[in-house]
């Protein structure tokens, strides 16, 4: 109508807020491949994780490497389910985000993300899981700091994470910034390895039993 005061844009027209971009299987196994070699790498294990861990987080690694990301991340579903057992009750935090999930059965009714609008209910959890991200990144940096290995650069991405994720919530540059801190993290922390075992005695050392007379 002429003279009409100007009113807002519809809806269809109004420009949307960027989101994150789509995570491929390569990004999923990073984050938490690389948080699990920290986590195997805490004082907890005596400088030596057991067997059960370190076999699975190997597989993770080899498998990687290779470029197999989907059998990478079900070797980490095996770490994450011997994280969760009942054996390590000292697991620090945020590591145990680490661990399998197993919520204690209930209604649906009782969820409160039950009622949700699905993109709400999706914005939640991806929120949900940058904030661990950044959480895990923070524990991690610090560890490889108290190490003596060099930081600095990785204090000022996560710093940088997490002004963008205030600012523009979960975003491509929010996960850019993270990825590049693993990304670091393992190439600048030595896997774990496991305790060594005996070691055989040396011919010069052997024991020669005496032939009977």
Do not use: C
């Amino acid at each position: 109508m002429p003279g009409a005061p100007n009113r807002p844009p519809d809806v269809a027209e109004a420009t949307p807020s960027p989101g994150p971009a789509p995570e491929s299987p390569h990004d999923k196994a990073l984050r938490r491949l690389a948080p699990s070699r920290i986590a195997l790498r805490l004082d907890l294990w005596k400088g030596a994780p057991p067997p059960d861990l370190l076999v699975p987080f190997e597989k993770a690694e080899a498998t990687f490497a290779l470029g197999d990301y989907a059998g990478a991340a079900n070797a980490l579903d095996l770490l994450s389910v011997r994280f969760a057992e009942p054996r390590w009750p000292t697991l620090p935090e945020p590591f145990r985000q680490l661990r399998v999930s197993i919520p204690a059965p209930m209604p649906p009714s009782w969820d409160p993300e039950h009622a949700m609008d699905p993109a709400e209910r999706a914005a939640r959890r991806a929120r949900r899981a940058a904030d661990e991200q950044v959480d895990l990144a923070r524990a991690s940096v610090a560890w490889a700091a108290a190490a003596r290995l060099e930081t600095g650069d990785l204090a000022v991405l996560l710093d940088e994470a997490v002004a963008v994720l205030a600012s523009d919530g979960v975003s491509g540059p929010f996960y850019e910034r993270i990825d590049r801190i693993w990304t670091a993290l393992r190439e600048r922390v030595p896997p774990p390895r496991s305790a060594p075992g005996p070691r055989p005695a040396s011919p010069a050392t052997a024991v020669v039993e005496p032939e009977d007379a």
